[in-house]
């Protein structure tokens, strides 16, 4: 859905395009919408949200996600969804958070650091976005993640002093499959393209930077793309392209969970899966920006910023791949990057 279609529809959205009551009530939502970005966002990651689980529960005809809608005490909440020990999706959760309240020292310090103007004294802040990762029970069938967020400063009159948006996705397969990989850049890089030609090349070389495990020397797959700070233009451009961005998830991945569902798989197999996972869990613990900054935000909640975690994963020590095997082949290509769309 395009964000002019996304606009036109505002006004007619009714709580059936929902997973559960909008944080903000929705009939004050859909006004304030019309004017004020934040919660125009806010109504975005909801109807997201209710589309990826609309697509995801196809797969999963005996089970349900579990809707979960939590306030945060400090100000703000969200809706957390998670499905555990599927048939086809071991662990799958899409998650949306509406946060506000006043920054705390180590916010202002981190953002000071990437270079963010911030004065000294009462520093509002509003932070919205959607957050899911998908982790399939058949190891043929790679892992996926997604974010995407808005973040603004206020004064005490309301009146906005700083914003941005960030986001990205990667893929994380255990089996590399060229097909696979080069469908989903390419899916990524035509939605790109839609809004600036220069957007793929820039946010691809960003993404491989940043998802990057620099104590193993290892991707933590084979990327996708990664922006923060995103002011180019104005806030109606950068919306346009988040928006581009968020209905483009599904097309780049259930092609791939389509063509693997069925391969046949064994121990060996599950092992190695497990042994990538926690290379998934290291990264998220020790790197991921959106971990950091919910762990440094009072009253975040816990279990929705971990439920990115597998459900299984696996540790070895020393673990060495056989050489000439596929899972060899699979750690040589996360020691290394390469470009999908024109390999």
Same mark, same amino acid.
């Given at each position: 859905?395009?964000?002019?279609?996304?606009?036109?529809?505002?006004?007619?959205?009714?709580?059936?395009?929902?997973? /559960?009551?909008?944080?903000?009530?929705?009939?004050?939502? *859909?006004?304030?919408?019309?004017?004020?970005?934040?919660?125009?966002?806010?109504?975005?990651?909801?109807?997201?949200?209710?589309?990826?689980?609309?697509?995801?529960? $196809?797969? &999963?005809?005996?089970?349900?996600?579990?809707?979960?809608?939590?306030?945060?005490?400090?100000?703000?909440?969200?809706?957390?969804?998670?499905?555990?020990?599927?048939?086809?999706?071991? $662990?799958?959760?899409?998650?949306?958070?509406?946060?506000?309240?006043?920054?705390?020292?180590?916010?202002?310090?981190?953002?000071?650091?990437?270079?963010?103007?911030?004065?000294?004294?009462?520093?509002?802040?509003?932070?919205?976005?959607?957050?899911?990762?998908?982790?399939?029970?058949?190891?043929?069938?790679?892992?996926?993640?997604?974010?995407?967020?808005?973040?603004?400063?206020?004064?005490?009159?309301?009146?906005?002093?700083?914003?941005?948006?960030?986001?990205?996705?990667?893929?994380?397969?255990?089996?590399?499959?060229? &097909?696979?990989?080069?469908?989903?850049?390419?899916?990524? $890089?035509? /939605?790109?393209?839609?809004?600036?030609?220069?957007?793929?090349?820039?946010?691809?070389?960003?993404?491989?930077?940043?998802?990057?495990?620099?104590?193993?020397?290892?991707?933590?797959?084979?990327?996708?793309?990664?922006?923060?700070?995103?002011?180019?233009?104005?806030?109606?451009?950068?919306?346009?392209?988040?928006?581009?961005?968020?209905? /483009?998830?599904? @097309?780049?991945?259930? @092609?791939?969970?389509? *063509?693997?569902?069925?391969?046949?798989?064994?121990?060996?197999?599950?092992?190695?899966?497990?042994?990538?996972?926690?290379?998934?869990?290291?990264?998220?613990?020790?790197?991921?920006?959106?971990?950091?900054?919910?762990?440094?935000?009072?009253?975040?909640?816990?279990?929705?910023?971990?439920?990115?975690?597998?459900?299984?994963?696996?540790? &070895?020590?020393?673990?060495?791949?056989?050489?000439?095997?596929?899972?060899?082949?699979?750690?040589?290509?996360? $020691?290394?990057?390469?470009?999908?769309?024109?390999?």
């Amino acid at each position: 859905m395009p964000s002019q279609e996304f606009n036109e529809r505002i006004s007619s959205f009714t709580a059936s395009d929902f997973r /559960a009551d909008t944080i903000t009530p929705l009939d004050e939502l *859909k006004e304030l919408a019309q004017s004020k970005m934040k919660y125009k966002m806010e109504l975005f990651v909801a109807h997201l949200q209710h589309k990826v689980l609309s697509q995801l529960e $196809k797969y &999963e005809p005996e089970k349900k996600f579990l809707t979960d809608r939590w306030q945060r005490e400090q100000g703000g909440g969200g809706i957390t969804c998670i499905l555990q020990d599927g048939k086809v999706f071991e $662990k799958a959760g899409v998650n949306i958070s509406v946060v506000h309240g006043s920054m705390n020292p180590q916010q202002i310090q981190s953002m000071r650091a990437r270079g963010k103007e911030i004065v000294d004294g009462e520093n509002n802040f509003f932070a919205t976005g959607i957050s899911s990762v998908i982790h399939p029970r058949n190891p043929y069938i790679p892992t996926t993640h997604f974010n995407y967020r808005y973040f603004e400063l206020f004064d005490n009159e309301g009146n906005t002093t700083l914003w941005w948006f960030g986001g990205g996705t990667d893929l994380t397969p255990y089996y590399i499959n060229e &097909e696979d990989c080069k469908h989903f850049h390419q899916t990524q $890089k035509e /939605a790109c393209d839609q809004h600036n030609k220069e957007y793929y090349p820039k946010f691809k070389k960003w993404a491989d930077d940043y998802f990057f495990i620099k104590f193993r020397g290892e991707h933590r797959g084979v990327g996708g793309t990664f922006f923060d700070d995103l002011d180019d233009g104005t806030m109606e451009d950068c919306f346009s392209f988040l928006t581009t961005c968020g209905y /483009a998830i599904m @097309p780049s991945y259930l @092609p791939t969970v389509d *063509k693997h569902i069925d391969d046949e798989y064994g121990e060996k197999q599950l092992q190695w899966q497990y042994l990538r996972r926690g290379r998934y869990v290291e990264f998220n613990l020790v790197y991921d920006r959106g971990t950091k900054f919910g762990l440094y935000t009072p009253g975040s909640r816990i279990e929705s910023i971990l439920m990115s975690l597998p459900l299984q994963a696996r540790w &070895e020590y020393m673990n060495e791949p056989e050489p000439g095997s596929e899972e060899e082949k699979t750690l040589k290509e996360v $020691k290394t990057t390469r470009d999908w769309v024109n390999s």
